[in-house]
T-cell receptor, first 114, second 111 residues
Framework: DSGVTQTPKHLITATGQRVTLRCSPRSGDLSVYWYQQSLDQGLQFLIQYYNGEERAKGNILERFSAQQFPDLHSELNLSSLELGDSALYFC?????????????FGSGTRLTVV | DQQVKQNSPSLSVQEGRISILNCDYTNSMFDYFLWYKKYPAEGPTFLISISSIKDKNEDGRFTVFLNKSAKHLSLHIVPSQPGDSAVYFCAASARNTPLVFGKGTRLSVIA
């Protein structure tokens, strides 16, 4: 158990629908990162939050949004889903300081859009 | 535009031998590099890192080498063990910006 909790582990939904992925960071970590891993692709950075505020944005589609709540958990909202959104979505957390120990990742949410 | 490239999708090595995984990058602003290991159905786990002010960092059986002039880093695993079979991701950061990952190399260690 890495200490980063992602729910649900699996999600199957239809095109056009909206889903919410949830992440609880490791205790004490202030930064949350969302990454997408599509088939045969590396981890693509989507967005980072630090202590409730958006800190950095990557290749996140306009149909996707995220937020970090006062208790530091984060949610990634995906709307108007398309087949191409099927992927593994990882959440990671870090204290927010130096990268000596990198990020701690959750085990991911596998999203299948049918 | 891929800033971090792992050109070998897979690698097979015999148990006890050395595994060498390679990674190239294009962004000269990268100043911190990390390797992650990923087993199926699990998230990536941090393995080892290196700052751009160093050219080598060692942790047990794992050593990372950085060649800044060639924009190349490598991960050496000696000796390789069957439990090392996993997908290895190279990642980089510029001034503590979010990590940029390569596509990964699948290592198979054969007993």
């Amino acid at each position: 158990d890495s200490g980063v909790t992602q729910t649900p582990k699996h999600l199957i939904t239809a095109t056009g629908q909206r889903v919410t992925l949830r992440c609880s960071p490791r205790s004490g970590d202030l930064s949350v990162y969302w990454y997408q891993q599509s088939l045969d692709q590396g981890l693509q950075f989507l967005i980072q939050y630090y202590n409730g505020e958006e800190r950095a944005k990557g290749n996140i589609l306009e149909r996707f949004s995220a937020q970090q709540f006062p208790d530091l958990h984060s949610e990634l909202n995906l709307s108007s889903l398309e087949l191409g959104d099927s992927a593994l979505y990882f959440c990671a957390s870090s204290l927010g300081g130096h990268l000596n120990y990198g990020y701690t990742f959750g085990s991911g949410t596998r999203l299948t859009v049918v | 535009d891929q800033q971090v490239k792992q050109n070998s999708p897979s690698l097979s090595v015999q148990e006890g031998r050395i595994s060498i995984l390679n990674c190239d990058y294009t962004n000269s602003m990268f100043d911190y590099f990390l390797w992650y290991k990923k087993y199926p159905a699990e998230g990536p786990t941090f393995l080892i890192s290196i700052s751009s002010i160093k050219d080598k960092n060692e942790d047990g059986r794992f050593t990372v080498f950085l060649n800044k002039s060639a924009k190349h880093l490598s991960l050496h695993i000696v000796p390789s063990q069957p439990g090392d079979s996993a997908v290895y991701f190279c990642a980089a950061s510029a001034r503590n910006t979010p990590l940029v990952f390569g596509k990964g190399t699948r290592l198979s260690v054969i007993a």
